[in-house]
């Protein structure tokens, strides 16, 4: 049974940082692209950031692109989002999720080409 588990959310201040953890086990986790998505109550989850299963490629959301960094090391089944510069709207819920399809040649932004989602970690940006 896959699973991930993210870890990392918290409080910070605007202009602080935050760094994102999902760890996932369970599945052949570098055969798989990565994604986060994040969530606002009474909004729908929205795409972040996606890293190719080599981590070769990534994308990025416009509204954190510069800000973000995806990365993820196969060697500990993990893959992490580096946040800084970080605003009040980049407060939400941020999940981590891995792609339904094995080695995908181009990544997908699609929340529905993500069949494992870990439980989310609450980020919260104070102004």
């Known amino acids: 049974q896959v699973q991930l588990v993210e870890s990392g959310g918290g409080l910070v201040q605007a202009g602080g940082s935050l760094r994102l953890s999902c760890a996932a086990s369970?599945?052949?986790?570098?055969?798989?692209?990565m994604g986060w998505f994040r969530q606002v109550p009474g909004k729908e989850r929205e795409f972040v950031a996606v890293?190719?299963?080599?981590?070769?490629?990534?994308y990025y959301a416009d509204s954190v692109k510069g800000r973000f960094t995806i990365s993820r090391d196969n060697a500990k089944n993990t893959v992490y989002l580096q946040m800084n510069s970080l605003k009040p709207e980049d407060t939400a819920v941020y999940y981590c999720?891995?792609?339904?399809?094995?080695?995908?040649?181009?990544?997908?932004?699609?929340?529905?080409?993500?069949?494992?989602w870990g439980q989310g970690t609450q980020v919260t940006v104070s102004s």
């Open positions: 369970g599945h052949t986790f570098s055969s798989y692209a």
């Open positions: 890293i190719s299963w080599s981590g070769s490629n990534t």
């Open positions: 999720a891995a792609d339904r399809r094995l080695f995908r040649v181009v990544v997908t932004t699609t929340p529905g080409e993500y069949n494992y």
